[in-house]
């Protein structure tokens, strides 16, 4: 069947498709035709530490300065506290003052919900996933089925999380993991940091308060 219907080839080697960021809807790289591509990245990988607690990753790429209205920089860092939960912050760094749009993508089991408050979680036995976009850090968020599924294929519903800036943006969620039906209790904040006798912003220094289950941890970048 994929053999056979272009959208469905192309739907799979886009960055889209993909739990990844995108600026406003376009590739990392141009897709010419199906493993064909127009524009190479090398992405840089800024900064990994694994230890028996957490690990923590940092890369960042510049697929989207060659845009119109370039991104000179989009990174992604990933927070992994052991058997607790996920946090993933994206920076894209602009140039010029025009607007774009900004996507995050996760691609969740059938049968995932959005839940009040701009959340979302997967649903079924075994394990699960709650989706917590951070307040003030995040955008519109939007669960759809798989645009275009394929029979005895494995077709996710497609959740976006999508802003709009004319400057330099920052998009934080964090994803907790619990089992079967058992929803933790889940609350994020962003905590205010101060320097030099004034408040930094979130870009500037990225400090969150995460609670689950009443345990209250305290995250600073």
């Known amino acids: 069947e994929i053999r056979h219907d272009p959208m469905k080839r192309r739907w799979r080697v886009g960055s889209s498709a993909h739990n990844v960021s995108t600026v406003n809807h376009e590739d990392h790289v141009p ?18 530490v694994s230890e028996p607690r957490f690990a923590f990753f940092s ?30 912050i994206d920076r894209f760094t602009v140039e010029g003052e025009a607007e774009r749009s900004f996507q995050q993508h996760f691609h969740l089991p059938p049968g995932a919900t959005v839940l009040p408050g701009g959340r979302a979680r997967t649903t079924g036995a075994g394990g699960n996933l709650l989706l917590v976009p951070v307040p003030g850090l995040t955008g519109a968020l939007t669960l759809e089925p798989n645009p275009h599924p394929i029979r005895s294929y494995q077709n996710p519903d497609h959740l976006q999380i999508e802003a709009r800036a004319t400057g330099d943006l920052l998009m934080a ?38 609670n689950v289950n009443g345990r209250r941890d305290v995250y600073y970048q």
């Open 173 to 210: 969620v964090v994803l907790v993991p619990f089992t079967d039906e058992v929803v933790p209790v889940v609350a994020v904040e962003v905590i205010p940091v101060e320097a030099d006798k004034r408040r930094l912003s979130p870009w500037e220094a990225t400090a969150l308060a995460i």
């Open 59 to 88: 890369g960042v790429h510049e697929g989207y300065r060659r845009l119109p209205q370039p991104v000179a920089a989009q990174r992604r860092s990933v927070f992994w506290l052991r058997g607790e939960y996920w946090i993933i």
């Open 31 to 48: 897709v010419q035709k199906i493993y064909r591509y127009g524009w190479p990245v090398t992405p840089l990988v800024e900064a990994f």
